[in-house]
């Protein structure tokens, strides 16, 4: 596993020239390159401002895990023998980050604290923009307010056995004779 200081889809190992020559190979209607799947839990917001442009840009902090359909040679493999990117800053497109801000933002209204979890499978899509592509997504889980204590404390529960059980009642023992406890003499003194 990979750590990184952002994930974002070059850092699952798909720049720009590979997204647009894969996306070239598929179906212009409903042809798409799966890139990753990307799992998240939202704490916030980070600002940065592009050099270039001056543009502000919101990167999603938190704790994040990206595994891209490629391996360490760029060979497609499939999510389930890509290459795993763990980060604590992620920047995804536009309109599917803007969802998951969307919901941090109201989530934030009630609960300064709060956070947001989400997962997606991350694809690239022929477009006939400059790029040749954009972006979609499928959703895996909804995106909402967690609270990942919550989640372990309930993991934790669903799990629990108690530490000592009460022990078996025996079945009933046959009855036996008993010798006659004696008691010990005493010395008088």
């Given at each position: 596993?990979?750590?990184?200081?952002?994930?974002?889809?070059?850092?699952?190992?798909?720049?720009?020239?590979?997204?647009?020559?894969?996306?070239?190979?598929?179906?212009?209607?409903?042809?798409?390159?799966?890139?990753?799947?990307?799992?998240?839990?939202?704490?916030?917001?980070?600002?940065?401002?592009?050099?270039?442009?001056?543009?502000?840009?919101?990167?999603?902090?938190?704790?994040?895990?990206?595994?891209?359909?490629?391996?360490?040679?760029?060979?497609?493999?499939?999510?389930?023998?890509?290459?795993?990117?763990?980060?604590?800053?992620?920047?995804?497109?536009?309109?599917?980050?803007?969802?998951?801000?969307g919901t941090l933002a109201v989530a934030k209204e009630t609960d300064a604290k709060?956070?947001?979890?989400?997962?997606?499978?991350?694809?690239?899509?022929?477009?006939?923009?400059?790029?040749?592509?954009?972006?979609?997504?499928?959703?895996?889980?909804?995106?909402?307010?967690?609270?990942?204590?919550?989640?372990?404390?309930?993991?934790?529960?669903?799990?629990?056995?108690?530490?000592?059980?009460?022990?078996?009642?025996?079945?009933?023992?046959?009855?036996?004779?008993?010798?006659?406890?004696?008691?010990?003499?005493?010395?008088?003194?």
């Open positions: 596993m990979k750590l990184s200081g952002k994930l974002t889809a070059k850092t699952l190992g798909w720049d720009r020239v590979a997204i647009g020559s894969e996306t070239k190979k598929v179906p212009m209607e409903g042809g798409r390159v799966l890139l990753g799947r990307i799992v998240g839990i939202v704490s916030g917001l980070k600002q940065t401002v592009n050099n270039d442009t001056g543009e502000v840009q919101n990167g999603l902090k938190g704790q994040f895990r990206g595994i891209s359909s490629r391996d360490d040679t760029g060979a497609i493999v499939g999510i389930d023998k890509g290459v795993k990117v763990t980060a604590g800053v992620c920047y995804l497109p536009g309109g599917i980050q803007d969802m998951i801000e709060a956070t947001v979890q989400f997962a997606i499978d991350l694809y690239a899509i022929p477009e006939t923009n400059k790029a040749g592509y954009s972006f979609d997504a499928d959703t895996l889980v909804k995106a909402e307010e967690s609270d990942p204590l919550d989640t372990l404390l309930t993991m934790a529960a669903a799990d629990a056995t108690p530490a000592l059980e009460a022990p078996e009642t025996p079945a009933e023992a046959p009855a036996t004779e008993a010798a006659p406890v004696e008691k010990p003499a005493t010395k008088k003194g």
